[in-house]
């Protein structure tokens, strides 16, 4: 009904429109009526025809109405133009008519905007959803859409320059938007000329509307053509970057043209404006294939540079109020963006191509392990590694996590890089929080110690970097950590939660709360653990922000572990109230100036009552008053505290010192005593009658009575028990220093003063006293030792020369007591030494074994001292299967075992129970060396000098401080039900210093401990040189011998020990790395200070290689050997030294080692360096190969008919003895070389194949030769070798070697053929060893027969596999192999039983090779036989193989 009112209507305009013109029309006369006449037609033509249509046409401001659907007026104008006699003439006056109605701007923009619906009663109710303005319907129109764009593009440029209308539209844009997704475009070629030409003349703003609005105007035969335009114009505009990528993303573009046009793009990466950035990263990302995925991302990570984008605080806030004003006055519409929101933006970007593209994210994994220089990390690696992490796109989360670790524990990415990455970045990282957290937990809880440290970075930038939630989350996984019980991960967390507290006091006061919540795992903790605890809590109840509630928690605490009869609850109180105590007494910083005691009141009030508590507490028994004044001492020594404090504690130390612990010298000793009492050790008997002297044995015998009759001491009694002699010794020192300023001159006659003991020689009447006597005078030994270890940690560091003498004698006096004590524990079995070091995990300590010790610790190189374990001796070595049996076991001379037992046991197992010698001590070994050959030599022979067993014992000392402190070990949690072994024992003090101290620390001892390895290297040349080169020459003093070979082998060590420390590849500790190499290299050239890195460790590696003429024994040779690989690897250019590493190891396997009695050198230890020594040697060379057949064949054949002790000629550490360790050694390392052979690939040429098919000729000879060695050597460690690396060639060879024979079996017939009957061999005499184990029935052997068998079948198959793939399989067949055992005789049960016979058979081929003739059979024919043994001997096996030619 509606449309045929409108039809009326129109119809009867239509009518008054012609009536009107044709009144119109005849009243014009002469020219310029026609022509006026004739554009009024053209105009009444558009109008006409537009009115008919449906739309009707107005003025001013207010946008066109349509009355009809915009389908059905383009329908109606299609056909009036069609119906016109006119036509197609009237195309041309109806564009005309637009024309000249477009010329109003008004009218122009009206036609531009969308049309408003109208109905004929003037209602304005949508007709439809959205109409479209009439430019638009027209477009639709084809044969008016040509002439209509052409109008368009001659108007755009009247409003290219306006700012706008009055309703501030753009008109070029409207424009524009009325070309996009047109139905079809006539001509899209000519329009896409037509819009590039207007490109070049158009202003930014329009050129940006153009080029983004190309995707949806052009089809796409014009997209590769329009994007070469594109890319022509982004070369010369950067200003039209973001438009050109946005609107290239949208094209369909061919591969070659994307890969020339992202080249492009990639290309002016670096001119990019900064706000561009993320638009041109996205595009670069998602313009990837697969197959270039990781050349553009590696080409992208490196012209990413957003370490540039950052701006500085002040510059930033600049530029955003410059940017701020321009954008208020320009009509242009920019983004301000700030340095962090376009790094947020890239970071995005790079997110969403990760998530959605595997391979992307498997790009950028490997484009940053490609990075293999420090200074080539950047910031954008960090982050895409938590991107990677967060998004877990295709799995990336563990390969991020692993990627990550690898390139910390390499130091790659360095905590430098990380602290810059926290620092211009924080807005960014606080999105991707979560996975740097969980990140630092997966560093933190890693078995690895190096990565351990880099945990603690992350957690210490994200606390200081992000807001109080993340804080909390760093707290509550750090207090996590602790809880967990593993002592590395307990460690570092405490570290970082003290380190916390320490620099942000204030920020982690509200997080105490979190911390308090783990003195409910006080049981899981050690006591190291247990100080840092509540160092951390006392700090923050007492600190800046105190916390009552935490400060009464902690009392609590602490008195109900106080008041526990259980000494393992007595001990944490007592560790936990010294630590209250010192921070409650801690100077305060205001005192520093004043010099005057600025505590409360009540604060000291409070503290003297907890002071009293702790001490009253701890005088329960021997062992709490000894940990009490320990820690008293510990607090006083690490810890300023005020005035008023020290005070009160050091009032009473003196006098109560004098009056227990030290007597005045009289006539007479009175009391009743297991022994005489007698006066020893006095350093001043020139002195005047009257001294004084420690009261120690009625000490012991007082406490012995008091067990005896078991009465508890009573705690008012002023004699004090003999166990706290040396903690209170040490309080006393300590309050001593801290209130004369290190000066000990009020108790430094403690240094020289005697002992009351016993007659020591009563120790070789051992035998004739009683176990109560023995155990006393053992006690009465250690307690000796004990006090002289805390006097020489006091008076260490004093010069005077006196004092120094002093010293030195009481260092004298350890080394001789230790002599008796070995002498005294081997006739006292069973015997528990009183504790010494009270702060251990338990107290009652188990009890040491005094016999097993003594061969094994003193089979060689065996004195009065005991040789130090050496854990860097035995490095690279693995242990023996089984031992050698009787024949070729070493067995001890029974007359020198009972020497052994005579002299006594070794002390390595009682080290709990010695006192621990501060790491001042170690100050010691800058005295100079006195022997019988270098005393004479020293310069300052006339000053202060260490004696060898004095230097031994130092050293030992030193080389275990090293190894607890500097070898890091992975962090292990305690097996369920099995007991923790607490290796921290004696190394109290040691723990409260870090790592880098003693690096530091040692490095500055490193000039005192060269001379003292040029002291024992000018000892043993110049021993050398007397005797004619003879080692056991007739002047040759054999214990000096043993105690300078001794200081040798520790040397080495502690070298080796040092530059192993693995904080030396941490950047922050290179100028400590180039310090300790240039005291080598100083040594041996001067101006060491100008030298680069790989110079210093050039002239250190020549240093330490001339050390290798006088090496002393084979242990000592193999600590040289791995300090020069240690010194090595601190380069740049590792492999410049393989070489010389070889060389030196064959010489040291090249000659023969014998001891100052003239015997060889022999026993574990010996094979064990040997095997060490031989492996770097093998490892070394230029050929595996060739080496190994060098032994194989020059070697082995020289000791088959030799004798036991007899050894090879060219290798003289070879002999049958030593057999297994060659053997071993160069069956792995075969085994290892040849995994490094690379598989064979079909794409290799002939060369490359025959190289390959001469290296595993080579390989399968020596493995036949050692195989072939069981013959000989057929015992039972020799076969287990055999059947386990025999085994893991076999694999090898199946999984490399066999796809090399697929592909070379045509153009290398008869490489193979020698190849495959060579190795037949081989696996014949496996599976007849397999035969000979369960003959046997050994079950170390049989362990390995099954696999063995599964990979003999899989070889087999294998071979028939090739020969199938190669179209011989006619040449392939099966036997039976007869089952012998390793003499070559038939297994009779075999024959018997057909069942076992089916279940055991094994198949193994033999080459034929004749068919050569007929190219279908391609090579030589193999059978494969079944047999059970291997043949009698290798010339009944070749007549085998002959017989079936």
Not at 62 to 86: G, L
Not at 984 to 1010: E, N, W
Request: aromatic share 6%; hydrophobic share 35%.
């Amino acid at each position: 009904m509606m449309r045929k009112k409108r039809g009326s209507s129109l119809d009867n305009g239509e009518k008054n429109a012609s009536s009107t013109a044709k009144a119109k029309k005849i009243r014009t006369t002469g020219h310029q009526s026609n022509v006026s006449a004739q554009q009024e037609t053209i105009e009444n033509v558009f109008n006409m025809f537009v009115r008919e249509a449906g739309v009707t046409l107005t003025q001013g401001s207010v946008s066109n109405e349509i009355a009809v659907d915009q389908v059905v007026f383009q329908k109606r104008i299609r056909q009036k133009i069609q119906k016109s006699p006119r036509y197609p003439g009237v195309v041309q006056e109806f564009i005309s008519g637009l024309e000249s109605h477009i010329e109003d701007a008004d009218r122009f923009r009206n036609c531009l905007l969308p049309c408003v619906p109208r109905l004929p009663d003037g209602d304005t109710s949508c007709v439809s959803s959205f109409q479209e303005s009439l430019v638009r319907m027209l477009l639709g129109i084809e044969m008016l859409q040509t002439p209509i764009i052409n109008t368009l593009l001659e108007k755009l440029p009247e409003y290219m320059l306006s700012s706008g209308d009055d309703a501030g539209l753009s008109i070029p844009r409207i424009i524009i938007n009325q070309l996009k997704w047109l139905d079809r475009v006539v001509e899209s070629k000519e329009l896409a000329t037509k819009l590039m030409e207007l490109l070049s003349v158009a202003p930014v703003d329009v050129q940006r509307d153009i080029i983004t609005s190309l995707p949806e105007i052009l089809e796409d035969t014009q997209h590769n053509d329009i994007a070469r335009e594109l890319n022509s114009l982004l070369k010369e505009n950067t200003q039209l970057t973001v438009p050109i990528l946005d609107a290239l993303s949208s094209l369909n573009l061919s591969s070659s043209l994307l890969t020339e046009v992202r080249g492009a793009v990639m290309i002016t990466l670096a001119a990019v404006q900064l706000e561009d950035l993320p638009v041109v990263v996205k595009f670069i990302l998602h313009s990837i294939s697969a197959s270039d995925a990781y050349e553009v991302v590696s080409g992208l990570r490196k012209k990413l540079e957003l370490e540039n984008c950052v701006l500085p605080p002040v510059l930033e806030a600049s530029q955003s109020r410059m940017k701020t004003k321009g954008a208020a006055v320009s009509n242009s519409v920019t983004v301000n963006t700030g340095s962090q929101d376009v790094i947020t933006l890239i970071v995005d970007a790079i997110k969403t191509a990760v998530r959605f593209q595997k391979t992307i994210s498997e790009a950028w994994l490997k484009a940053i392990e490609s990075v293999e220089e420090v200074e080539d990390h950047k910031v954008i690696d960090l982050l895409v590694l938590f991107i990677l992490h967060s998004t877990n796109a295709n799995q990336s989360r563990r390969g991020a996590e692993k990627l990550l670790k690898m390139k910390v524990r390499t130091g790659l990415i360095s905590e430098v890089l990380l602290q810059k990455t926290f620092k211009d970045n924080k807005q960014v990282l606080r999105s991707y929080f979560s996975s740097i957290l969980a990140l630092a937990q997966s560093l933190l809880r890693s078995p690895d110690p190096c990565v351990v440290p880099y945990a603690g970075h992350m957690y210490r930038h994200s606390f200081t970097a992000f807001d109080t939630y993340c804080q909390q989350e760093v707290v509550g996984s750090l207090v996590t950590h602790v809880c967990s019980g593993v002592g590395g991960e307990v460690d570092m967390a405490l570290e970082l939660l003290c380190g916390l507290v320490t620099e942000k006091p204030i920020e982690m006061g509200p997080y105490a709360v979190f911390v308090k919540g783990i003195l409910d795992y006080l049981d899981n903790l050690t006591p190291q653990q247990i100080r840092r605890l509540f160092h951390l809590l006392s700090r923050l109840a007492f600190g800046p922000q105190q916390a009552s509630h935490i400060q009464d928690d902690m009392h609590i605490v602490i008195r109900k572990q106080l008041s526990s009869t259980v000494p393992k609850y007595k001990r944490i109180g007592i560790i936990g109230g010294v630590m209250i105590i010192g921070s409650m007494g801690a100077l305060r910083p205001q005192s520093r100036d004043t010099q005057s005691s600025s505590l409360p009141p009540e604060t000291f009030r409070q503290l003297s009552a907890l002071l009293e508590l702790v001490q009253s507490s701890s005088e329960t028994s021997a062992e709490a008053a000894a940990l009490y004044y320990d820690e008293l001492a510990n607090l006083i020594q690490t810890s300023t505290l005020e005035p008023q404090v020290l005070d009160k504690i050091s009032k009473r130390v003196l006098d109560v010192f004098q009056g227990d612990f030290v007597v005045d010298l009289g006539p007479e000793i009175s009391g009743a005593f297991p022994f005489p009492a007698r006066v020893m050790y006095d350093l001043d008997e020139d002195e005047s009658q009257g001294g004084i002297a420690i009261n120690l044995m009625p000490m012991l015998a007082n406490d012995m009575y008091n067990r005896a009759e078991q009465r508890s001491r009573d705690k008012r009694d002023n004699n004090r028990s003999s166990l706290y002699l040396s903690p209170f010794f040490r309080l006393l020192r300590f309050c001593e220093e801290k209130q004369n300023k290190g000066d000990l001159e009020e108790i430094d006659a403690l240094l020289g003063c005697p002992l009351i003991l016993t007659d020591i020689n009563v120790v070789e009447k051992m035998d004739s006293l009683s176990k109560v006597e023995k155990e006393f005078l053992c006690t009465l030994l250690f307690h000796t030792t004990n006090w002289f270890r805390e006097v020489v940690n006091a008076f260490c560091k004093i010069k005077d020369k006196e004092m120094k003498m002093k010293v030195m004698t009481r260092l004298q006096n350890i080394t001789y007591l230790h002599t008796l004590l070995e002498k005294a524990l081997a006739g006292t079995p069973g015997y528990v030494p009183p504790v010494a070091n009270f702060d251990g995990e338990s107290t009652d300590t188990i009890v040491p074994n005094t016999v097993a010790p003594v061969n094994k610790t003193k089979k060689e190189n065996s004195g009065k001292k005991r040789k130090a374990p050496g854990k860097n001796s035995s490095q690279g070595s693995s242990p023996m299967d089984d031992k050698i049996e009787e024949d070729e076991t070493q067995q001890e001379p029974e007359k020198e075992k009972e020497k052994e037992a005579r002299q006594g046991v070794s002390l390595s197992s009682y080290r709990a129970f010695f006192r621990e010698l501060d790491m001042e001590t170690l100050s010691v070994l800058q005295c100079g060396l006195r022997a019988r050959s270098t005393s004479d030599s020293e310069p300052g022979n006339m000053d202060v000098l260490l004696g060898p067993a004095e230097l031994v014992f130092l050293l030992d000392d030193m080389l275990r401080k090293l190894e607890f402190r500097l070898t890091a070990g992975p962090a292990k949690k305690v097996p369920f039900l099995k007991a923790r072994t607490d290796k921290t024992v004696g190394f109290s003090h040691l723990q409260q210093r870090s790592p880098k101290d003693v690096a530091t620390f040692c490095v500055q001892m490193l000039p005192s401990l060269c001379s003292h390895l040029e002291n024992c290297h000018h000892y043993f040349q110049t021993l050398l040189s007397d005797n004619d080169g003879i080692v056991d020459g007739p002047t040759t003093d054999a214990q000096e011998h043993h105690l300078i070979s001794s200081c040798c082998h520790l040397l080495l060590q502690v070298f080796n020990t040092i530059f192993s420390w693995t904080g030396f590849s941490q950047p922050g500790h290179r100028s400590l790395l180039k310090k300790a190499l240039r005291v080598f290299a100083g040594r041996l050239k001067d101006g060491g200070d100008e030298l680069n890195l790989d110079l210093l460790v050039k002239h250190s590696f020549e240093y330490l290689l001339n050390f290798h003429s006088t090496i002393p024994n084979l242990s000592s040779a193999l600590c040289l050997s791995q300090l020069l690989l240690t010194v090595s690897e601190k380069g740049s250019k590792t492999t410049a030294y393989r070489e010389q590493i070889a060389s030196l190891a064959r010489g040291f396997l090249s000659q023969s080692w014998v001891t100052v009695s003239g015997e060889k050198q022999r026993g574990t230890k010996f094979n064990e360096a040997l095997h060490a020594l031989l492996s770097i040697y093998i490892e070394h060379v230029d050929d595996v190969l060739k080496a190994v057949e060098e032994i194989a064949n020059e070697g082995f054949p020289q000791i088959i008919e030799a004798s036991k002790d007899e050894s090879s000629a060219s290798w003289p550490t070879l002999s049958r003895q030593t057999f297994l360790v060659f053997y071993k050694v160069l069956m792995a390392e075969l085994e290892k070389s040849v995994r490094k052979i690379p598989s064979g690939k079909i794409s290799d040429n002939s060369e490359a194949q025959s190289e390959k098919l001469l290296t595993w000729n080579l390989a399968v000879r020596d493995f036949h030769i050692l195989v072939n060695l069981v013959k000989v050597f057929d015992t039972r460690p020799v076969l287990n070798v055999c059947l386990k690396y025999g085994r893991l060639f076999l694999e090898s060879f199946l999984k490399l070697g066999m796809p090399l024979l697929d592909y070379s079996f045509k153009r290398h017939k008869g490489d193979v053929q020698n190849l495959l009957k060579t190795f037949q061999l081989s696996t014949r005499q496996l599976h007849h060893m397999c035969g000979h184990s369960k003959i046997h029935q050994d079950t170390s052997l049989t362990n390995h027969v099954p696999a063995m068998k599964k990979s003999l079948e899989l070889f087999v198959y294998r071979v028939k596999a090739m020969f199938t793939l190669n179209n011989c399989q006619g040449a392939f067949w099966m036997g039976n192999l007869k089952n012998r055992n390793l003499k070559g005789e038939e297994i009779l049960s075999q024959r018997s039983q057909e069942s076992e016979e089916e279940e055991d058979e094994e198949q193994e081929e033999q080459l034929s090779p004749q068919g050569q003739s007929e190219e279908e059979e391609q090579d030589s024919n193999i059978r494969t036989k079944r047999k059970r043994d291997t043949e009698e001997n290798e010339d009944q096996d070749q007549t085998d193989d002959s017989e079936t030619y």
